[in-house]
């Protein structure tokens, strides 16, 4: 087995406000030096690092606004939030827990800090991904799936190196709870210091890790500080390892075969024609995606 090398790390650069809720920096598309088609189907990666929110009444949020044509993947690791929809649904995800929304043919949606979490403030930190969905799959309905870290599939490393929460594809034989619109892997791993995980993805998915807190070895070679993203080679070796150098290291693991469809963005639509991105609007303008 061939080690599959690191291509690219990238720390933290310019941050923007969603809202006035989340404090995110990008890691792939516009000005981060990473084409979003280079880590097809994760086409964008916000990342929001422990930041601390005084107490505030009403919460902090992001109102009302579309999705049409993809996914969006929100974990929580520090905070509460708080979402509801055009469609009556609403929820809280709160530290380990992700919610997996498909907006597929079209939705409103809106985030907020959950109400009693924003009363007393904390220290809040977010991952939230932007899924493609292949061409067929992009009308259909809107649908969630939450994923409550309490009842995630958990593979215990050997030595007492820790865990792997496994939200979608599978870690050593054991399959995570989410529904995938194509193959893909999203894991949370959870390290004590010097455990030890080992991964191997097929070569051709576009792989890449988040450090969400302490400190990382790759490959017994490279050091990778928290708050870094790490992108992998295509088309070497399929395997790494990685091993904590630091206490209650938690890393966000992602591999995806690329779906290698045309892509158009729009905002918060994506579609595969420009065609396709005029019709989006036309049926957010028409009211189709419900109101909140």
């Given amino acids: 087995m061939n080690n599959r090398k690191i291509e690219r790390i990238v720390k933290p650069g310019a941050f923007n406000w969603v809202g006035d809720a989340f404090h995110t920096t990008s890691f792939i598309g516009n000005n981060t030096g990473i084409a979003r088609h280079r880590m097809d ?3 964008a990666i916000g ?3 422990p930041y601390f929110f005084t107490p505030k009444t009403p ?7 579309p999705h049409k044509g993809f996914e969006t993947l929100t974990m929580a690791y520090q905070g509460r939030i708080a979402h509801s929809d055009s469609k009556g649904n609403h929820g809280v995800i709160g530290e380990g827990d992700a919610q997996w929304m498909t907006a597929g043919s079209g939705i409103l949606h809106q985030e907020y800090h959950e109400e009693e979490w924003s009363k007393t403030g904390g220290l809040f930190q977010m991952v939230q991904l932007w899924v493609n969905l292949p061409a067929k799959d992009k009308e259909t309905p809107a649908h969630y799936q939450d994923l409550y870290e309490k009842e995630m599939t958990k593979v215990l490393l050997e030595n007492d190196g820790g865990l792997v ?3 979608a594809g599978s870690y050593l034989g054991q399959a995570g709870k989410a529904t995938t619109y194509s193959p893909m ?9 010097s455990g030890k995980a080992t991964f191997q993805f097929p070569n051709h998915y576009n792989t890449a890790m988040i450090v969400i807190s302490g400190g990382l070895l790759v490959n017994d ?3 990778v500080p928290t708050d870094n993203f790490v992108m992998f080679e295509n088309g070497g070796g399929d395997t790494f390892t990685v091993e904590a150098t630091e206490p209650d290291t938690v890393v966000l693991m992602l591999s995806g075969e690329p779906l290698n469809e045309p892509l158009v ?3 918060p639509f994506v579609m595969n024609t420009e065609a396709q991105i005029q019709q989006a609007i036309e049926d957010f303008n028409s009211g189709k995606f419900g109101k909140i």
């Avoid at 919460?59 to 606004?65: C, E, K, M, Q």
């Fill in 41 to 43: 189907p994760f086409i």
């Fill in 165 to 167: 929460d496994v939200l």
């Fill in 47 to 49: 990342y929001n690092p």
């Fill in 221 to 223: 070679t490279e050091q």
């Fill in 185 to 193: 892997e999203v894991y949370n791993v959870r390290l004590n210091k």
């Fill in 59 to 65: 919460p902090r949020g992001v109102g009302s606004h």
């Fill in 265 to 267: 963005m729009y905002g």
